[in-house]
């Protein structure tokens, strides 16, 4: 009977329970009666059981109607979140859930309700995801395409054919950049999930490695790791990807240096002792309407483009139980990740 609907399993069970408790009471009542009343009652007699027979289809008709009546009060809500339900999963969300109640029907209405509206949050943003990040591929596509044309019919956008491949060289780079990030951030949750190889690694050595690798070329910053040796409990590649996020971002907007602080902080009783790395550069401060959303998965730059970078870095600042702001000062902008010390 399980394949068959919920409003008739109730109906079956609440008729079939009535009709034996009846049946059980009638005979009880008759029996009792007989003795009390000194009557012999013949059971088996045409009559008794025409009267009984009378009794039960009386009893059956009216435990019908009760069963009915209760089986459709109860799947009532229960088949109207079932369509919901079912028309949410084909993303034909547009209608809220309507349902005031206070039980367990009502908690899970309310529950539906909230995955209803994440749901609609997580589609919106990875539509505007989707368009805006084909764009930004495409962009340097089309730059390759153009220059390599360009090259194809004997002409120059540049002023050799030397600094033509360049920039089509810098373009692809761009472009391995982006989907490297993609496919990283794709697959983030489950190394993450899986990941557990913490071990002890000393920070400054650590930093002064990431920043000799990121700072090649840019002769123009000066870049200094300043701070005590410290030993922080981290994934290392991990922690090295975040890292390598945040020095990348601040070396594209310093101007002539950028500082990497490491040192030790008491916070309060309850937090104790916070190991933090600051990351400054001397660049334009940030806006107040792009920094409180800097970290977002989907926040889109002055420049036009995706801070996916950031996003991962803060991703992974958070699977290491730390946590991760930035701030303005007077003269650029600072990054800080705080952990817990060792």
Partial sequence: MKDKPLSFQIWVVITVFIVIVSLVVSLTTTILISNLADLSIVITSPQFLGTMLKLLLCIIIVSIIIAKTISSRVTKPISYLE????????KKWDEKIKMNRKDEIGKL????????????NIDKEEEFFIQSISHELKTPIMVI???????????????????????????????????IKLLYLNSLDYILEKESEFKQVEAKELLEGIVKRISLGRKDIKVEVKGEPIRINIVEDKF????????????????????????????????????EISIYNDGSPIEEAIINNLFSKFHKGKNGNFGLGLYISNKIIKFHRGNIKVENCEDGVRFIIAMKSI
């Fill in 109 to 120: 209405a309310y529950s539906i309700g909230r995955m209803q509206e994440s749901l609609i």
């Fill in 240 to 275: 090295q990807v975040a890292v390598d996020n945040i020095l990348e971002n601040s070396l594209r907007y310093a101007k002539t240096r950028l500082t990497i602080d490491l040192h030790r902080k008491f916070i309060n009783p309850a937090v104790g002792e916070v190991t």
């Fill in 145 to 179: 395409k153009n220059y390599c044309q360009a090259i194809k019919d004997g002409f120059y956008i540049e002023d050799s054919f030397e600094k033509n491949i360049e920039v089509i060289e810098e373009e692809v780079e761009r472009l391995e950049g982006k989907i």
């Fill in 83 to 90: 369509k919901k339900v079912r028309l949410i999963s084909v």
